[in-house]
T-cell receptor, first 110, second 112 residues
């Protein structure tokens, strides 16, 4: 399976600090995506990084991809209470499906 | 937000009864997916569709069937519900391979 696995499973930080989540996967991929899920809601797409890219930014989000290590990281800078959510990585090859990891639960403390 | 609606949002039913969940989209996207989300398992793909009347199995398809008779609707059916199918079910859509998926808000299904 090429399922991504997020690390850590849960993370609590103070508001204003940076949060870093990692994702590891097993086989070569076409691209990797990060999603956020607020409690009781569906997943929301955050950012997509292709296998030939090493870093992407979107607002306070920074994603890196290291294909040699089969890993990705999601950095959220200057965290806010609204960032409290679960975060999932998802990987795909060149087919119709993407495989989700089990997620990291992020809790921002006031 | 992408135009995707799941119905019902909540359902409680008994073991052995048939259940149908509906996903409706207004984006004219080609691909539609059904996932289930359970604690400790993340999201797992049940079935997906790559066009009208074109469907394929996912990772956990046993006990489920799907139908897509028109672009905008993708139905998930549990022919004879079991307690192990108690879960939160999500529908997602995308315009093509390698593109972001857009999710509905889920259906919470309880099988007693």
């Amino acid at each position: 399976s090429q399922q991504g696995e997020e690390d850590p499973q849960a993370l609590s930080i103070q508001e204003g600090e940076n949060a870093t989540m990692n994702c590891s996967y097993k086989t070569s991929i076409n691209n990797l995506q990060w999603y956020r899920q607020n409690s009781g809601r569906g997943l929301v797409h955050l950012i997509l990084i292709r296998s030939n890219e090493r870093e992407k930014h979107s607002g306070r989000l920074r994603v890196t991809l290291d294909t040699s290590k089969k890993s990705s990281s999601l950095l959220i800078t200057a965290s806010r209470a609204a960032d409290t959510a679960s975060y999932f990585c998802a990987t795909d090859k060149r087919d119709d499906k993407i495989i989700f990891g089990k997620g990291t639960r992020l809790h921002i403390l006031p | 937000d992408a135009g995707i609606t799941q119905s019902p949002r909540h359902k409680v039913t008994e073991t052995g009864t048939p259940v149908t969940l509906r996903c409706h989209q207004t984006e004219n996207h080609r691909y539609m997916y059904w996932y289930r989300q359970d604690p400790g398992h993340g999201l797992r793909l049940i079935h997906y569709s790559y066009g009208v009347k074109d469907t394929d199995k996912g990772e956990v398809s046993d006990g489920y069937s799907v139908s897509r008779s028109k672009t905008e609707d993708f139905l998930l059916t549990l022919e004879s519900a079991t307690s192990s199918q108690t879960s939160v079910y999500f529908c997602a859509i995308t315009g093509g391979q390698g593109q972001p998926q857009h999710f509905g808000d889920g259906t919470r299904l309880s099988i007693l």
